[in-house]
Nanobody, 124 residues
Framework: QAQLVESGGGLVQAGGSLRLSCAAS????????MGWFRQAPGKEREFAAA????????YYADSVKDRFTISRDNAKNTLYLQMNSLKPEDTAVYYC?????????????????WGRGTQVTVST
């Protein structure tokens, strides 16, 4: 059974950093493209970052570009999101997701598996 488990969220002051992890199990992690999405209270889930099956290609939303870094370790079946220079507007539940098909990484519907999310709260 495929499973994604996020960790590393928490409360941080504006300007601070957090590193999220997503542990994958029950499927061939290295064969899946991965993404991070986030959902703030009262808002729709939005794309944050994505990565190809290797670390060769990464993609970012404009709102997080140059502050967040997505990476993966296929030997450990783990996805990461390094978040620096955090802002209060980054406050959200962060989800990792896996997709087997090619195509747009922006569309949540393209993803096959989802984690339950980890809360990130950035205070002023």
């Amino acid at each position: 059974q495929a499973q994604l488990v996020e960790s590393g969220g928490g409360l941080v002051q504006a300007g601070g950093s957090l590193r999220l992890s997503c542990a994958a199990s029950g499927f061939a992690f290295s064969n899946y493209r991965m993404g991070w999405f986030r959902q703030a209270p009262g808002k729709e889930r939005e794309f944050a970052a994505a990565i190809s099956r290797t670390n060769a290609n990464t993609y970012y939303a404009d709102s997080v570009k140059d502050r967040f870094t997505i990476s993966r370790d296929n030997a450990k079946n783990t996805l990461y999101l390094q978040m620096n220079s955090l802002k209060p507007e980054d406050t959200a539940v962060y989800y990792c997701a896996a997709r087997s098909r090619s195509g747009t990484y922006l569309d949540p519907l393209q993803y096959d598996y989802w984690g339950r999310g980890t809360q990130v709260t950035v205070s002023t």
